[in-house]
């Protein structure tokens, strides 16, 4: 399956002209065996491969057999994530290696990241080659990182290259490939969020880069059974739409087309502020907060459409409830300055009233919790708090809490504004 890239970078309706900095992506069974001509092609000479133990069966050995001069960093899985640990680990491998003038990723999210942010860091071009379709991540402009306990995304570089291998992915572990199949659901709601953003406060929104990102949940819908199962077509066509997810992410040069609500639930717990460990694939966790922010935005969809409502004038940060939910001083330090200057400033009463047709519209675009539930069960996705460690009381928490780990305009933040939020998320 080839991808044509400058289908994506055309000037556009929306005003802009995206730029995409991927130059090639070859998605198919046995793609990693055209991974030295490419490099050859592109001047690659010195590539240092890094992977985990894991990866390293799934196909590290597989493509340092073809770059026998390659230098190779092998992590321990154990416990390993896209933090400060993670970078060391990869740096203390380079320094042993030949000076590299390209880095290959191969391995899911975690490797990316990290690979991803040394990459940016020394200046140096990458090569992604995922082991799984986990994440849409693969192609990002920017990396997730988990800094000293508080998750942060840090400028990074995209993929100079892209070769996913069908015959690698598709054997993945199951429970992987059903994550990415939960991280692209999650567009559901993170497209609502951008779409209801922009009623209220014009925020720029390009309706190609929305098309494209419902391409890549239909292509996915309609195939839950076979991914689950794993069968080589299902797998290549959810890496196709994860790609095409990460290329919409380029076209706008941020995570807005593919992260809204959902994803900030995923991070909150990731901060392991509020809870105890979740150590659950990122997938997983969006998966969960998807079925959640689903929940509230129907019901308030059903609050709206009755009519009875106040609205406040506009809210400052919940500063009190921060303090106590982030004990650890540079934690909250991180928050309150997320959230500067805060993303309700200069939202009015009628700004919201305006936007009500539009808020609804869009809120009817999301399936609702059971239908999400319905789809997530036939990927063999997770889809409850309980199947990620978390209690049932953890709604009303995440929904106050979540909001405020990116300074981004969802429609849970929002809802701070209107009166019956408190009883929704209580229920
Ligand atoms: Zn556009
Ligand atoms: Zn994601």
């Known amino acids: 399956m080839k991808l044509d890239l400058s289908e994506f970078a055309k000037p556009c309706a929306c005003g802009r002209e995206h730029a995409i900095s991927v130059k090639e992506i070859i998605l198919e069974a046995g793609a990693l065996r055209r991974i030295p001509a490419l490099l050859e092609q592109y001047g690659y000479r010195q590539p240092v491969v890094l992977c985990d133990e894991n990866t390293l069966e799934a196909a590290g050995r597989a493509v340092r057999g073809l770059l026998p001069e390659s230098g190779l960093i092998v992590l321990n899985p154990e ?66 990182m988990t800094w000293h306990g508080c998750k942060k995304t840090f400028p990074a570089v995209a993929p100079s290259l892209v070769v996913a291998d069908t015959d690698v992915f598709s054997r993945a572990p199951q429970r992987l490939n059903a994550s990415g199949f939960s991280d692209l659901l999650g567009k559901y709601t993170a497209l609502a969020d951008w779409k209801i953003a922009r009623a209220v406060t014009g925020e720029y929104l390009c309706d190609r880069v929305c098309a494209l990102e419902y391409d890549a949940l239909r292509i996915v819908c309609a195939q839950p059974e076979a991914i689950r199962a794993g069968g080589a077509e299902a797998c290549e066509q959810l890496m196709y739409a994860l790609l095409l997810s990460g290329l919409a992410m380029q076209m706008v040069g941020n995570s807005r087309p593919a992260s809204g609500a959902e994803h900030h639930m995923s991070h909150l717990w990731e901060m392991e502020a509020i809870n105890g460990r979740v150590d659950y694939y990122h997938g997983e966790k969006v998966s969960v907060g998807l079925v959640l922010a689903s929940g509230v935005y129907h019901r308030a969809a059903e609050e709206i459409r009755k009519g009875a409502f106040t609205l406040r004038e506009g809210m400052d940060i919940e500063t009190a409830l921060l303090e106590k939910s982030f004990p650890d001083k540079a934690m909250l330090a991180e928050i309150l300055d997320e959230n500067d200057p805060n993303p309700l400033a200069g939202v009015t009463p009628d700004a919201i009233r305006r936007a009500l047709p539009d808020i609804l519209r869009a809120v009817d675009e999301i399936p609702s919790p059971q239908e999400l539930t319905d789809l997530l069960t036939r990927a063999g996705a997770v889809k409850s708090l309980a199947e990620i460690g978390l209690p049932d009381a953890m709604l009303a928490p995440a929904a106050r809490l979540s909001p405020y780990v990116r300074a981004r305009l969802t429609f849970m933040r929002l809802l701070k504004l209107f009166d019956f939020a408190r009883d929704i998320y209580s229920l």
């Open 79 to 144: 416990n390993l994530h896209a933090n400060e640990h993670g970078v060391t680990m990869a740096e203390e491998g380079l320094a042993a290696c030949p000076a590299p003038d390209v880095l290959l990723a191969v391995g899911s999210g975690t490797v990316h990241d990290i690979t991803r942010y040394i990459a940016h860091k020394r200046g140096l071009p990458f090569v992604s080659v995922p082991t799984a379709a986990s994440v849409d991540g693969f192609v990002s402009t920017v990396a997730a």
